[in-house]
């Protein structure tokens, strides 16, 4: 559709960017914090560990400042499960409801509205060492988990996401540093998607409980959503496509709105022999969470095309290429697109598709909570970051989210990965996301001081002008 005028940006539209506490704060074993998954995990060769990140936990107030005199409106950020509770059940953690409650109140001091992702890829070790999402109780821990912060900081926090990319936990875990197979598995798919069904039970009672305890709260989930193409206009690709869309989306959001599963996934289980056991109760539940909008993560689409069965598919999958699954899509390379120098397609047009199509499968309100381009940012003799190819990357997929209000889509607010540099999921320090550049390398802690990168400037003049001047 071809636009005579475009719509404007709502009035009070949540302009902010995200973190994740894993991958940012640092001080992961101190102040009475516990390990998670991640922090007993191999590190991936030549890559940081998650020692000190970016030391948010240090550094919070300055760079909530820094935040503020971008005019964010709203920042994203994630609980660490056991900086609050160590063992991920029992004793609270008294520093970490104290960091939580600054960090919250810092947010506030400045008017930018907290939005607070619950779990963001770090289950508690002490809990996988109890089998993880795997054990049927992970339910009941996360629910306590969620009861615990809405106790706490329900009072002042009004924006809830319960899962970060719960379809990437379940697609690509491994790469993650989150799968957990417990011994003797001897069907490892019908077991990732137990482990999947449990999160979906404890999501949705995480939302309905969340709508009893705070009244006046809006939460929703946070899955990567992004359309799947198919490879050309043969019938059998659109088909693949189609295939592929339930598995890596719909399969999330149609659980998340409307409490049943997808039907093509359903049926691509059962062929595996991978169908989840539902619990008594599970039916009731999964209907019960009513979201009141869509949180989701966009980076790129990717494309598929039939696979008849006899295929081996191999090679690389992360959250970004898809490789396939064997008898249900292939997937293969865009050629229509460009992409980033760690190899992730960039497609914004897509970004567009995207949320039309979700809007009209769910009719909720949406919000971007990540977007961004991944590069090796290089700090200049007189402490400037020249990052033309972020803005020019996020200009034109804010230009996507304004064609998309201006296509009737109901957009919240746009928060791109990530406020601040901090360490990728398996790609190290030198894989930089940040308007805000932290001095440090890889191995080499350095300073940790912060800069402003031409972003920074950048995304400022968007925000202050509502987004009508995305000229650099
Ligand atoms: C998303 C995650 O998958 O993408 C983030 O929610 C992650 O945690 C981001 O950092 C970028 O991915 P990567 O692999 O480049 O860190």
Known sequence: MIHK??????????????????????????????????????????????????????????????????????????????????????????LGVEFYNNLINECLKHNIEPLVTMFHFDMPAALDNR???????????????????????????????????????????????????????TNLMKEIYQQNHHMLVAQAKAMALCHEMIPG???????????????SCKPEDTLAAQNANALRSWLY??????????????????????????APGDEEALKSGHPDFIGFNYYNTSTVKWTDGNTQLTGNQDQQTTRGETGFFE?????????????????????????REMYSRYRLPMIVTENGLGAYDKLTEDGKVHDNYRIEYLRKHIEQVQLAISDGCEMMGYCPWSAIDLISTHEGMVKRYG??????????????KRYRKDSFYWYKKVIATNGNDLTD
């Open 131 to 185: 089998g993880s999402w795997s054990n049927p109780e992970s339910v009941d821990w996360f629910v306590n988990f969620a009861k615990v912060m809405y106790e706490n900081f329900g009072d002042r926090v009004k924006y809830w996401l319960t899962i970060n990319e719960q379809n990437m936990l379940t697609l690509v875990g491994p790469v993650i540093g989150t799968l957990h197979v417990p011994d003797g598995c």
């Open 5 to 94: 005028q475009l719509k404007d940006f709502p009035k009070d539209f949540l302009w902010g960017a995200s973190t994740s506490a894993y991958q940012v704060e640092g001080a992961n074993l101190i102040d009475g914090k516990g390990p998670s998954c991640q922090d007993v995990k191999e590190i991936p060769e030549g890559t940081s560990d998650l020692t000190v990140c970016a030391d948010h936990y240090h550094h919070y107030a300055q760079d909530i400042a820094l935040m503020a005199e971008m005019g964010f409106k709203t920042y994203r950020f994630s609980i660490a499960w056991t900086r609050l509770i160590p063992e991920g059940t029992g004793a609270i953690n008294p």
């Open 217 to 231: 709260a809006k939460i929703g989930p946070a899955p990567n959503i992004s359309l799947v193409y198919s490879a």
């Open 253 to 278: 959001l149609d659980m998340a709105v409307y409490g049943v599963y997808n039907n093509l996934v359903w049926s691509f289980l059962e062929e595996n022999d991978a169908c989840p056991t539902f």
């Open 331 to 355: 997937g293969v390379d865009n050629p229509n697109l460009l992409k980033t120098e760690f190899g992730w397609e960039i497609d914004p047009m897509g970004f567009r598709a995207t949320v």
């Open 435 to 448: 308007f805000i550049f932290v001095d440090r390398e890889e191995f080499d802690l350095k300073t940790l």
